[in-house]
C-alpha cells in the first residue's frame, strides 16, 4: 500500500513547479538554467560567449535557442560581466529581465528580436553597450 501511494505522488514531486528542464553553460565559468516555468536563469563569474543569429549557419546560436518559445523570464545573477551577442535572439515571449550590477557589458545585438520586452533596467556599471 505504501509503494502505491509513492508511485501515485512521484508524478506530482517530479514536476513540481521550477523544475529544471534544461540547461549548460555558457561561458567559460557561467552556466544557465531553464525552469518549467520559464524562467532562464544565468550564474557563475565572467563573460558570456558570443552567439550567431543564423541557426543555419555553422556558428553557434545560444544553447537555449531551441527552447526560447518557453523563455518569458530572463534572470542575470550577480558575477555575470559581459552579455554575449545575440544571446536572446528572438526570445519573443520574454516580458522582463533582470540584470546584476556586476554586469558591465551588453554586447551586439543581445536582444535582438525580443519583441515581448517593453523595459530594461540597465545597472550603473554598465560601460558598454553594443549595437
Same mark, same amino acid.
Given at each position: 500500500?505504501? /509503494?502505491? /501511494?509513492? %508511485?501515485? %505522488?512521484? &508524478?506530482?514531486? *517530479?514536476?513540481?513547479?521550477?523544475? %529544471?528542464? =534544461?540547461?549548460?553553460?555558457?561561458? =567559460?565559468?557561467? @552556466? ?7 524562467? /532562464? ?17 555553422? @556558428?553557434?546560436?545560444? &544553447? ?5 518559445? =518557453?523563455?518569458?523570464? $530572463?534572470? $542575470?545573477?550577480?558575477? $555575470? !560581466?559581459?552579455?554575449? *551577442? ?7 515571449? $520574454? !516580458? ?6 556586476? /554586469? ?7 536582444? =535582438? ?5 517593453? *523595459?530594461?533596467?540597465?545597472? @550603473? +556599471?554598465?560601460? +558598454?553597450?553594443?549595437?
Amino acid at each position: 500500500m505504501i /509503494l502505491a /501511494l509513492l %508511485i501515485a %505522488i512521484l &508524478p506530482t514531486f *517530479s514536476r513540481a513547479e521550477g523544475a %529544471i528542464i =534544461d540547461s549548460g553553460t555558457c561561458g =567559460d565559468n557561467l @552556466e544557465w538554467t531553464l525552469d518549467e516555468g520559464g524562467v /532562464l536563469t544565468i550564474s557563475g563569474t565572467g563573460k558570456m560567449y558570443d552567439y550567431y543569429a543564423d541557426p543555419s549557419s555553422s @556558428e553557434a546560436v545560444s &544553447p537555449w535557442y531551441n527552447n526560447r518559445s =518557453d523563455i518569458t523570464s $530572463v534572470i $542575470v545573477n550577480e558575477g $555575470v !560581466t559581459t552579455l554575449g *551577442s545575440y544571446a536572446f535572439y528572438h526570445c519573443n515571449l $520574454v !516580458t522582463n529581465i533582470s540584470l546584476p550590477d556586476s /554586469l558591465t557589458e551588453i554586447k551586439s545585438s543581445a536582444f =535582438d528580436s525580443c519583441s515581448g520586452l517593453t *523595459s530594461i533596467s540597465l545597472p @550603473e +556599471n554598465l560601460t +558598454n553597450i553594443g549595437t
